[in-house]
């Protein structure tokens, strides 16, 4: 008798203070920030961001750590992960969404920096 007093107490106790808890893990959730002029969002997420902004004379670049994800402005021309998406107009937003890279809303493909030859605009790819 007294054991099954015991567990029942036990199991009320436990009961009661779960109850008041809640727990959530969204596979979605996002990362966002500004660099610059331009609202940067990552999706999915992570708990573990960096970002820096350091500005000479005109020449400004911007860097944003999401994970796996590293996202560069150098002087609005854009790289993530080491590969260059184009130069980027003042205010534009930028969405990393499961690996694809969307500018201002339109899908961008990135090309291999090693690939851009010296003094050779980045073009603007989009889909």
């Known amino acids: 008798m007294y054991r099954i007093f015991c567990s029942s107490l036990l199991t009320l106790l436990a009961m009661t203070l779960l109850s008041g808890c809640s727990f959530s893990v969204s ?34 670049t911007h860097t944003f750590e999401c994970g796996d994800v590293k996202v560069k402005i150098d002087n609005e021309a854009l790289f993530v992960n080491d590969l260059s998406y184009g130069m980027l107009e003042e205010g534009q937003s930028i969405e990393i969404d499961h690996g694809k890279v969307f ?10 920096v090693e690939e851009l030859d010296e003094g050779e605009p980045v073009e603007q790819d989009v889909k």
């Open 103 to 112: 500018v201002a809303g339109q899908e961008r493909t990135g090309k291999p």
């Open 27 to 60: 596979v979605n959730a996002e990362s966002d920030t500004d660099l610059g002029s331009h609202h940067v969002v990552v999706k999915p997420g992570n708990a573990l961001t960096t970002s820096s902004s350091s500005t000479f004379g005109d020449s400004a």
